[in-house]
C-alpha cells in the first residue's frame, strides 16, 4: 500500500479526533484525505468516539480502526478498503469494550 494513515486521538477539536487523515506516500504534496471513521461506525451517545490504531488485515487489503467510547458506552470496529479508502464493514458488539 502506499496508504500512511493518521490518526490524531488525543486532539480536542472532535471533529479531528473522531476522523483518519490519509496520505499517499508517492505524492506528500497532494495533501491527504480525511475519512469520517467515528461517523462511519454510527455510535450513539454523547461520549467521546476516540479513533485509535488503524491496523492492517492479513490480506493487506483493509485497515480497521478501533472507535473508543466511554467504559459504559458502545464501542465499534471498522473496516475500510485501504485501495478505495470507502468504508466496508462495521463491527459492533456488547464485548467490545473500551480498556
Excluded: C, H, M
Excluded at 44 to 69: I, L
Excluded at 79 to 88: G, S
Amino acid at each position: 500500500s502506499t496508504n500512511l494513515w493518521v490518526d490524531t486521538t488525543l486532539n480536542p477539536d472532535t471533529s479531528i479526533s473522531q476522523s483518519i487523515a490519509v496520505y499517499d506516500i508517492n505524492n506528500l504534496d497532494k495533501g491527504f484525505e480525511v475519512l469520517p471513521i467515528a461517523e462511519w461506525a454510527g455510535i450513539e451517545g454523547a461520549g467521546p468516539k476516540r479513533v485509535v490504531q488503524p491496523e492492517y488485515n492479513k490480506a493487506g487489503d483493509e485497515v480497521w480502526f478501533s472507535v473508543w467510547s466511554g467504559a459504559e458506552e458502545e464501542s465499534a470496529i471498522v473496516i475500510v478498503d485501504d485501495k478505495t479508502r470507502k468504508l466496508k464493514q462495521v463491527i459492533k458488539d456488547k464485548r467490545l469494550v473500551t480498556p
